[in-house]
């Protein structure tokens, strides 16, 4: 068995779901910390994932990131994003762009970091409006290595597997 620390980011627009996604997905056994002058939220989890042990740093932002240095801080060091939208807001995928480009810009990794983006909201989703085609479109356009998966933080659907994919990113390009 390994032993992982991964720090992550979450992005995406004001209310897609960023910090039910990780409430979800923490559930009660987390610790939590605030970081106000960051306008950040800063939580600690111990997983297994693999056979692995996984202790996750998850970076969650509150609010829209007024500052340059903030967004600096937040994705320092980071090696992993879900890059989060709400499959009901198409404009909220049109902004994961600016929101990769400043993972990109700021992550100080010689290489890109793993991303998984994350549709959000499948419940209240009558239909389909972004179709796999158009997310494979916008990941091969941003010539991104990225993942994708639809969730639910309500319902909890592919919460844990938005996770477990990003963890296997992760874990591979180490590799
Ligand atoms: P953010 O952290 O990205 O800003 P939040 O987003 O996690 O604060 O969520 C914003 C609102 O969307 C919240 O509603 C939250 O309950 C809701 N939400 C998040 N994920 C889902 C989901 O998968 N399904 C549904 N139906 N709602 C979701 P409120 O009303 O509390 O502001
Ligand atoms: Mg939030």
């Known amino acids: 068995m390994n032993k ?3 720090k992550i980011v979450l992005i995406g627009d004001g209310a897609v779901g960023k910090t039910s996604i990780r409430r979800r997905y923490m559930g009660e056994g ?5 970081l106000a002058t960051m306008g950040a939220d ?7 994932i693999d056979e692995d042990f996984v202790d996750w740093q998850i970076w969650d932002l ?7 240095n ?3 801080a937040y994705f320092k060091g980071s090696m992993g994003c879900l ?6 807001q198409p404009r909220s995928l049109d902004s994961l762009d600016s929101w990769i480009e400043e993972a990109r810009l700021h992550s100080q990794s010689s290489t890109e970091i793993p991303a998984v983006i994350v549709g959000n909201k499948t419940d209240l989703r009558a239909e389909v409006p972004n179709s796999i085609k158009t997310i494979d479109g ?3 356009s941003k010539a991104l290595k990225a993942d994708f998966i639809e969730t639910s933080a309500k ?21």
Do not use: C, H
Not at 83 to 88: K, L, R, S
């Open 30 to 34: 987390f610790r939590s910390d605030f």
């Open 42 to 48: 800063f939580a600690y989890l111990k997983t297994e």
């Open 155 to 175: 319902t909890g659907e592919n919460i844990e597997n938005a996770f477990l994919k990003l963890a296997r990113a992760i874990i591979q390009k180490r590799e």
């Open 138 to 140: 916008f990941v091969k």
């Open 70 to 72: 903030v967004m600096k």
């Open 4 to 6: 992982y620390l991964f």
């Open 83 to 88: 890059a989060i939208y709400d499959v009901t």
């Open 62 to 68: 509150a609010g829209q990131p007024a500052f340059r």
